[in-house]
């Protein structure tokens, strides 16, 4: 049997004005297992403390129930007061007699009726609330981030800043992401090479940074602190340690028909290749589907020219399983490809190209080295055409409905630019909205307009047509309503971002949620930005939502900020209100693993021992690091195996009779 | 809301006054509850609140339970779709409720009588009028006769 007491407290006259406090306190006394009732002024300051402390020791209290305001404000103070003095936190109730009592109700007499019950209803919980103990777990010390762009980069830099190791794992050959592949940026016109390729090489320089390129994440399973995670790196044909990254065989390599994904195709590489100049590692892959080695079993040039015999055929996929205490989500994006707009003919004409296309363009170390060419004839474009929102803030299957954020800003650069090098360029920009709520943005695009003429028409383009080797664009003037025919040598469609296609499997894999256009979702909105939802797993750069690089370089850091955080304690303590399976009951149906939004359920087979009789069985066993305590999964089972502690059915029955009586 | 009617001397015929069992999810309706209270908007005080972790917490046995005992109402309030705290926990809630609630119409629990409702933290107002509406609707309907165990009638 439990020893309860009960102090009722009047908050000033808050609960004082409208309960009657000492008739709570009266009517509490011949409740089960009550042996004490009192009440006074401030339960929460110290003399309100020392008084539960000082009972707990005189009357030999088990449990505690404290009449006040709501558990919301004072619950966590109170559990230490009552652990002070001995007795374990989780044997403390609350009943909640400001907020939805004394606060709401006019009538004293009726305040007093209900603070009565509330705190019955606490009594009658607590005679079967039992010591509950946060359990503890290790943190390893150690982060894996999940894709290299300038995200991930940033990240990885400030952990192993804070002197924590960090593991990058990156898909592509090199790490750098987008930002390798654009030219300049906006709103400061720097070239984004000369800022990032520093970045790359501190991350590559790094002794508590590990880059696995050309790498995947295949499997994850643990928690937050203690993350397991199997790493795949494919094979590049080509011995890292060995290869000084000279590019010789890439001179000889007789198979150099292949779209050039680095420069979106725009020109060819060979089958074996470094994507660009500044790549780290510097070591080149073979793209198996064009060596002819793979392909004919000949050849085998490359590796006749390596001079330090880095060429490897028969290289393996290779599995590494790895311990992480934290893991950041960098994923990022990739711009739409404009396959299903047939009105732009951005599959038949080739001189209707995306933005990043026209990055590349632009670009000194570009096809074109630099100098805009029309791809279709490699003549100088007079006319040029930009098209905003390609595939943003529409309505239909083929749109998403979010705004892209970054475009309004990078057509205004791209606008700039050409005007600025070929003054004899003839830019229209259509937008449907310009959008530039930015540091320095708006007087940016304000100069596209003012000082580099830009024609910028508020409109929707209907209809990209190829006459004669030019382009005709049809559209609307939404200001003037007028329709209109203009001739372009160039068409350049701002795509929307869109989240990599690998988000989704990601997700799966790590438990944390994506919303319903596939980026990554935060635990907070407001209050949480950087971290999913579930616990360990942070949020880093595109993956979340659209960003420029300001503001990935911003939410980059901040991630690191939390993980540091994490990876700075030493163990962690988890809510021991968690769900538990009762081995005698549960029959390993799995229903409940199917609810668990956090993958907390895991089935084991064990010994049991049914009135003495022993067999092994199958059943759910919660792993209370990971468990947060909802509860779904109580419900759910068939059997009434599965319980909550510190919400048990027991527990919840009671109050619900204590109330209705 | 309080209804006054002219009080009978037949204490059998006392005005009715539904005993009502709210479960609140921690997370945003049993803050939006104390918003309600810290803002002083008032609802009938027979509205008794129980906090769980989440509205996926409410196994339907407690709410059967609390029918057996003698509430005239029981409402479930958690967070809105897509707001819970455990991501997904309100959607269970949301379908287990549907079905609970039209087996328990079959059995003569009208419809009214049971309710789920998503209130947030910042919902303090929304609380209180949800409360003050429902206990209406419970005053309408007249005491729960139906589901009462009745080895505890006196
Ligand atoms: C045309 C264009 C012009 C732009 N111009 C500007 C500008 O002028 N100024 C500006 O501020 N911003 C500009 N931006 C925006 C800028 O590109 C982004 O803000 C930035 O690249 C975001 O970085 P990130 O690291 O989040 O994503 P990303 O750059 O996309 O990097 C993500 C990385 O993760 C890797 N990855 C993805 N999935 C996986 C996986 N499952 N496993 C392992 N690795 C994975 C990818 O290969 C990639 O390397 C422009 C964007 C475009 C499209
Ligand atoms: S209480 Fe919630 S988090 Fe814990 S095991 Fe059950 S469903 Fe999963
Ligand atoms: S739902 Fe219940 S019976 Fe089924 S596996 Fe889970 S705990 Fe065991
Ligand atoms: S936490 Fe409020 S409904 Fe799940």
Known sequence: ?661 | MQVNETNTVNTEEKEFTPLIVAFCCNWCSYAGADLAGSSRLSYPANVKIIRVPCSCRVNPLFILRAFQRGADGVILCGCHPGDCHYSTGNYYARRRMTLLFSMLDYLGIEKGRTRVEWVSAAEGAKFSATMNDFAATIHKLGPNRKLRDLRCEK
């Open chain 1, 1 to 661: 049997m439990q020893k309860i007491g009960v102090f009722v407290c009047w908050c000033g006259s808050n609960i004082a004005a409208t309960v009657d406090v000492a008739a709570v306190a009266e009517a509490v006394k011949g409740e089960p297992g009550v042996v004490f009732a009192t009440d006074y002024q401030y339960m929460c300051s110290e003399g309100g403390q020392s008084l539960i402390k000082e009972t707990i020791k005189e009357q030999g209290l088990t449990g505690v129930v404290i009449c006040s305001c709501s558990p919301r404000m004072h619950e966590a103070t109170f559990r230490k007061t009552v652990e002070a003095a001995g007795i374990n936190p989780y044997m403390l109730e609350i009943a909640n007699i400001r907020e939805q009592c004394s606060w709401i109700h006019k009538n004293k007499e009726e305040g007093t009726e209900k603070a009565i019950i509330l705190a019955k209803a606490a009594v009658a919980k607590l005679n079967l609330n039992t010591p509950l103990i946060a359990g503890e777990s290790r943190v390893v010390k150690r982060a894996l981030v999940i894709g290299g762009g300038i995200a991930g980069i940033q990240t990885a830099l400030d952990i192993a800043e804070a002197g924590y190791e960090v593991d990058i794992v990156e898909k592509q050959p090199t790490i750098g992401g987008k930002m390798t592949q654009i030219d300049k940026t906006f709103p400061t016109l720097d070239c984004a090479a000369c800022i990032l390729t520093p970045k790359m090489v501190d991350a590559a320089q790094s002794e508590k940074i590990n880059i696995y390129s050309y790498s995947e994440v295949e499997k994850v399973s643990g928690f937050v602190g203690n993350f397991s995670v199997t790493i795949k790196k494919k094979p590049r044909y080509v011995n890292s340690d060995l290869c000084t990254g000279c590019g010789a065989c890439m001179e000889k390599c007789p198979s150099k028909k292949t779209p050039n994904e680095f420069n979106m195709g725009l020109d060819n590489r060979t089958a074996i290749y470094i994507p660009f100049a500044q790549a780290i590692p510097k070591v080149p892959v073979i793209d198996t589907a064009a060596c002819l080695h793979f392909k004919t079993g000949k050849c085998g040039i490359c590796q006749k020219t390596c001079s330090a015999n880095a060429i490897d055929f028969d290289q393996k996929e290779e599995l590494i399983t790895k311990e992480y205490g934290a893991i950041v989500v960098a994923t990022g994006f990739n711009p739409l490809k404009p396959t299903k707009f047939d009105e732009y003919q951005y599959n038949q004409c080739a001189d209707v190209v995306t933005s990043l296309e026209f990055e590349r363009l632009m670009n000194a170390a570009g096809p074109t080295k630099g100098v805009l060419l029309r791809p279709s004839d490699q003549s100088h474009p007079k006319k040029i055409v930009f098209v905003q929102c390609v595939g943003s803030r529409g309505q239909s299957c083929r749109d998403h409905s979010y705004c892209s954020k970054i475009c309004c800003m990078y057509t205004a650069k791209h606008a700039m630019l050409v005007r600025d090098k070929y003054p004899d360029t003839d830019v229209t920009v259509f937008y449907i909205d310009v959008r530039t709520p930015g540091k320095n943005f708006d007087e940016f695009y304000r100069r596209a307009v003012e000082e580099y003429g830009v024609h910028y028409i508020k409109g929707m383009v209907g209809k990209v047509e190829q006459v004669d080797g030019s382009l005709k664009v049809q559209a609307s003037d939404l200001l003037s309503n007028d329709q209109m025919v203009l001739d372009a040598d160039m068409v350049v469609l701002a795509t929307a971002v869109e989240p990599d296609p690998t988000a989704k499997s990601l997700a799966t894999m790590l438990t944390a949620s994506i919303d319903t256009n596939n980026f990554f979702t935060e635990a907070h909105p407001k209050l949480r930005p950087v971290e999913s939802p579930t616990a360990g797993v942070y949020l880093s750069g595109v993956c979340q939502g659209p960003k420029d690089i300001p503001e990935t370089v911003a939410q980059g850091s901040a991630c690191a900020a939390k993980v540091i955080g994490l990876l700075a304690k030493d163990k962690l303590l988890s809510n021991p209100c968690v769900a538990h399976s009762d081995e005698l009951l549960c029959n390993g149906c799995s229903t409940c693993a199917n609810v668990c939004a956090y993958g907390a359920i895991d089935y084991v087979d064990k010994e049991v021992n049914d009135h003495g009789k022993r067999e092994v069985r199958h059943i759910a066993v919660v792993n209370e690091a990971v468990c947060q305590g909802c509860g779904a999964c109580t419900v759910t089972c068939p059997s009434g195996a599965m319980d909550l502690k510190g919400f048990a059915n027991r527990q919840i029955m009671a109050e619900v009779d204590a109330i209705c009586k």
